[in-house]
Every structure is written in C-alpha cells, then in structure tokens.
C-alpha cells in the first residue's frame, strides 16, 4: 500500500501540459525572482493509504505564500504544525505572509471513498477524516506561519457555479449551509480567534484576486478577474446559445 501514489505525469500529459516538473517532499524549483518549495500534504484519506501528495509553499520577492489546500490532521494527530514542517518553513523562507487553506470538517465512514477497498476490511464501518481541517488546527498552523491573512477557498462556489454542498459560503442556501457545517468549530469563533494573532480572514469565492497591495499589505479584489465566458471569448469567441445549432 505505501507503493501506491498518483501518476500525475500521465495525467498532466493527457491534459496537454508538456511540461511537468515532479517535487518530493521539500524539494525546490526555482523561478525568475523565486521558488517553489514543496510541502508534504497530510490528511484527506478516511483509509489511512499514505500516498504522498505536496502543498507547495512559494517564495517570491521577499514574500511567502503557503498554498495548503486540502492538507488536514490524519486520523492519528499527525500534521504539519506538529511534525515541525511549518516552522522549518519559518525558519529557512521567513513569515508566510498568507496561507491559503480550506477549512473544512468533514468524517465520513471509510466504505463512502472511493478506495474503500484498500482499507482492512474489519475497519470498513469506522469513521475517518476526508479533509477535516478543524479551526482549532488553523488556529496553530497561522500562528506557526506569521501569517497576515487567512484565504478560506474552495467553499465560496460563485453565481455561475450550479449549487453543491462544498459551497458552504455561497450564501445563496442558508439551510445547506446550516446542515452542513451544524457540527464544525464555529467559523466565526476561527474569524475571532485568528485576529487574535494579528491575521485577517477572507471568506473567498471562485476568481478573487489577492494581491500585494501598498506598504507591504495584502489585498483582496472581489470583482476584479474577468468571468468565464469573457475568458471564454478571448479565443473560440461569443460562446454557443443554448439550443441553438
């Protein structure tokens, strides 16, 4: 089982990207004016498989940002605040100025992923973590990155995005809302407590933009990245009208 991991190469490859660059654990790629640096990622797996995946931390002009994604405490405690991966960061690259993260709470049975059948068979029944990044843990891991602002992505949707339980924040079902998150640390106590540390908190949804704003501040534009059909019309033009051949 520690044998298995992601063909990303392949699936990269059949996307069109020609040019794949694989990191493990703490090695860099080095840019124009930066790095990459790549972080290990914990969590997201029910079944406890191990697969190595990264976050990456990018190092860019004096200024760092922890793109942490998915990553959340396995089923056994360990994650990257209490393994010393951030402080480590902290240390060689400075304060991350910002960390992107989701803050989702989610267990489920193992026998609901879809590997299932690779977890022991009498633990079918048992619950595990599927991204279950618990405030208290976003507590420790911004106050271990220095970090400024705090980027809630992946559960903000957008107007033109169809509905889905992962966009929790979209505002637009406040029931879903309510049933979804009814048993997770309450996101305004996180709000309150990361500003404890000095570190704001953006509740993003799909094409803010965050950038680095004036005297050294990071800012979040709202309205500012194009939508997808003008994306759209840069290249195939105006798109197809419903219905129509």
């Given at each position: 089982?520690?044998?298995?991991?992601?063909?990303?190469?392949a699936l990269?490859?059949?996307?069109?990207?020609t040019r794949v660059v694989?990191l493990?654990?703490?090695?860099?790629?080095?840019f124009e004016?930066?790095v990459?640096?790549s972080?290990p990622f914990?969590?997201?797996?029910?079944?406890?498989l191990?697969i190595?995946?990264?976050c990456?931390?990018i190092?860019?002009?004096?200024?760092n940002?922890?793109?942490?994604?998915d990553?959340?405490?396995?089923?056994s405690?360990?994650?990257?605040?209490k393994d010393?991966?951030?402080d480590?960061?902290v240390?060689r690259?400075?304060?991350i100025?910002v960390?992107?993260?989701?803050p989702?709470?989610?267990l489920?049975?193992?026998?609901?992923a879809?590997?299932?059948?690779?977890s022991?068979?009498g633990?079918?029944?048992?619950?595990g973590e599927?991204?279950?990044v618990?405030?208290e843990?976003?507590?420790?891991?911004?106050?271990s990155a220095?970090?400024r602002?705090?980027v809630?992505?992946a559960n903000?949707?957008?107007?033109?995005l169809?509905?889905?339980?992962?966009?929790v924040?979209?505002?637009r079902?406040?029931?879903l809302?309510?049933?979804?998150?009814?048993?997770?640390?309450?996101?305004?106590?996180?709000?309150e407590?990361?500003?404890e540390?000095?570190?704001?908190t953006?509740?993003?949804r799909?094409?803010?933009?965050v950038?680095?704003?004036?005297?050294?501040?990071?800012e979040?534009?709202?309205?500012?990245a194009?939508?997808?059909?003008?994306l759209?019309?840069l290249?195939?033009?105006?798109?197809?009208?419903p219905g129509?051949t």
């Amino acid at each position: 089982r520690r044998a298995l991991f992601y063909d990303y190469q392949a699936l990269l490859g059949g996307l069109g990207f020609t040019r794949v660059v694989e990191l493990a654990h703490g090695e860099t790629w080095a840019f124009e004016s930066g790095v990459v640096v790549s972080v290990p990622f914990y969590g997201e797996c029910s079944c406890e498989l191990g697969i190595p995946r990264n976050c990456y931390l990018i190092a860019d002009r004096g200024r760092n940002i922890l793109i942490h994604v998915d990553s959340s405490p396995t089923n056994s405690g360990d994650n990257a605040v209490k393994d010393g991966v951030i402080d480590e960061l902290v240390r060689r690259y400075g304060p991350i100025e910002v960390v992107f993260a989701q803050p989702g709470q989610l267990l489920e049975l193992r026998t609901f992923a879809a590997y299932a059948c690779l977890s022991p068979p009498g633990r079918w029944l048992e619950v595990g973590e599927n991204c279950c990044v618990t405030s208290e843990y976003l507590t420790q891991l911004v106050a271990s990155a220095k970090a400024r602002l705090f980027v809630a992505y992946a559960n903000g949707g957008a107007d033109w995005l169809s509905e889905h339980p992962v966009f929790v924040f979209s505002g637009r079902n406040q029931a879903l809302r309510e049933l979804v998150t009814a048993h997770w640390w309450p996101l305004d106590t996180l709000k309150e407590k990361l500003a404890e540390s000095g570190c704001r908190t953006h509740f993003s949804r799909a094409l803010d933009i965050v950038r680095q704003g004036p005297d050294d501040t990071t800012e979040v534009l709202l309205t500012a990245a194009p939508l997808p059909d003008q994306l759209y019309r840069l290249d195939p033009g105006d798109p197809p009208v419903p219905g129509c051949t």
